[in-house]
């Protein structure tokens, strides 16, 4: 999965790319922010991503990423889930 870092306004729900962004691979994004990750809303006027989503830092500051979303993306959610259940 594919995702490119984005500028997010929560007054008024504006999303954009954020200049200068790469697309970049979704699970490595959640690794460097140890999983510490929630979906915010979808995305539906931006090409090719469907969903925008809120990363914190170890500092407890967002940083917001649009998503492609696939199966594969809700594969890992269930994995992750029973994971922390103690369900392998």
Known sequence: MKCIQA???N??????IKPGATE????SVCRRFNDDVSRVCDVTDIED????FE???D??????YMVK?????YRMKRR????????D
């Open 7 to 9: 500028e997010y306004n």
């Open 11 to 16: 007054e008024t729900g504006n999303i954009s």
């Open 24 to 27: 970049e691979d979704w699970v």
């Open 49 to 52: 991503y469907t969903g925008l």
């Open 55 to 57: 990363c914190m830092d």
């Open 59 to 64: 500092h407890n500051q967002p940083f917001y």
């Open 69 to 73: 979303e696939d199966k594969a993306l």
């Open 80 to 87: 992750r889930f029973f994971d922390n259940i103690g369900l």
